[in-house]
């Protein structure tokens, strides 16, 4: 079983970005999946969530859009306006157990499958 982002990349501010996870060796669609990214010398941060609905941290609301497509077994995180804040290798994250808090959705160690992680970089 393997997640695989990819979609990364230099953009400048204000630029748009999508990212993808594909899922390999069984299928996602009923499982909460999410994005969370890490910056050089940080931790690393939830960024959204499509669990019980979509979730999203407070500073990529209105921005990003994270959705997926369960025929072809991947996750999108679409990223519009980027700041330079934005940057940092992005992960997708995914779980079969079941998120019964809203803040659940955005700890780390509560997903049990993640992808490699993929570099955007905005420049200012």
């Known amino acids: 079983v393997q997640l695989q982002a990819s979609g990364g990349g230099l953009v400048k501010t204000g630029d748009s970005l999508r990212l993808s996870c594909a899922a390999y060796?069984?299928?996602?669609?009923?499982?909460?999946m999410a994005w969370f990214r890490q910056a050089p010398g940080k931790e690393r941060e939830f960024v959204a969530a499509?669990?019980?609905?979509?979730y999203y941290r407070e500073s990529v609301k209105g921005r990003f859009t994270i959705s997926r497509d369960n025929a072809k077994n991947t996750m999108y995180l679409q990223m519009n306006n980027l700041r330079p804040e934005d940057t940092a290798v992005y992960y997708c994250?995914?779980?079969?157990?079941?998120?019964?808090?809203?803040?659940?959705?955005?700890?780390?160690?509560?997903?049990?499958?993640w992808g490699q992680g993929t570099l955007v970089t905005v420049s200012s």
């Open positions: 994250a995914a779980d079969d157990r079941a998120f019964n808090t809203r803040s659940s959705f955005s700890q780390v160690d509560r997903y049990y499958y």
């Open positions: 060796g069984r299928t996602f669609s009923r499982a909460t």
């Open positions: 499509d669990g019980r609905g979509t």
